[in-house]
């Protein structure tokens, strides 16, 4: 079965200080999803990648997935408190063929002002 | 355009009770998919509906069951609860289909005692 790796498990960075979030998967990715959770709180949706190289940012979070579709990372520019939470990975389990999604183990960020 | 709506947010039962949580999705999505997450093995996907009918289901058991209304409104029901169910509880909407971008709840968190 599909299993997401992320990476680092955790990450305090000083406040203005740019940091990356892998995923790595053992199957190939369809539908790589990241969100990001307040402790105890639902998932914020950030992004959706599905073709190999594609690139994608939002203010100032990009994620990429590679061309093998087997890695997704997340960079952060120029970090802000308000980044703090937990990021979360998510690929269809099926290739793409459903919505049930499985989940990497997360990385909690911390950034220090 | 409202986003996902879970209740109640918060909830305390007994062992061997039973529960029932809902979920209203985003206006005009008609995939409502149920997750589990807990500290131990984080998230998991229960079951997923769509029209009304349960097009996907994880590896739980019978206890967990759900069901999706015509107005794409879903519940979920635990009998027979046990302290492991303990855990919070996230449902996630999506237009249709597969590979949409997938949106979640603040989630329920329920207690078993």
């Known amino acids: 079965s599909q299993e997401l790796e992320q990476s680092p498990q955790s990450l305090i960075v000083q406040e203005g200080k740019n940091l990356t979030i892998n995923c790595t998967s053992s199957?190939?990715?369809?539908?790589l999803y990241w969100y990001k959770q307040k402790y105890g709180e639902g998932l914020i949706f950030l992004m959706m990648?599905?073709?190999?190289?594609e690139e994608k940012s939002h203010e100032k979070i990009t994620a990429k997935l590679d061309e093998k579709k087997q890695q997704s990372s997340l960079h952060i520019t120029a970090s802000q408190p308000s980044h703090a939470g937990i990021y979360l990975c998510?690929?269809?389990?099926?290739?793409?063929?459903?919505?049930?999604?499985?989940f990497g183990t997360g990385t909690l960020l911390a950034v220090q002002p | 355009k409202a986003g996902v709506t879970q209740t109640p947010r918060y909830l305390i039962k007994t062992r061997g009770q039973q529960v029932t949580l809902s979920c209203s999705p985003i206006?005009?999505?008609?995939?409502v998919s149920w997750y589990q997450q807990t500290p131990g093995q984080g998230l998991q996907f229960l079951f997923e509906?769509?029209?009304?009918?349960?097009?996907n289901k994880g590896n739980f058991p019978g206890r967990f069951s759900g069901r999706q209304f015509s107005n794409s409104r879903s519940e979920m029901n635990v009998s027979t609860l046990e302290l492991g169910d303990s855990a919070l509880y996230l449902c996630?909407?999506?237009?249709?289909?597969?590979?949409?971008?997938?949106?979640f709840g603040p989630g329920t968190r329920l207690t078993v005692t």
């Open positions: 996630a909407s999506s237009y249709a289909g597969t590979l949409g971008e997938q949106y």
């Open positions: 199957k190939t990715l369809y539908g």
């Open positions: 990648l599905q073709k190999g190289g």
């Open positions: 998510g690929a269809d389990s099926y290739g793409g063929a459903t919505n049930k999604l499985i």
């Open positions: 206006s005009g999505h008609r995939s």
């Open positions: 509906y769509f029209s009304e009918t349960q097009r």
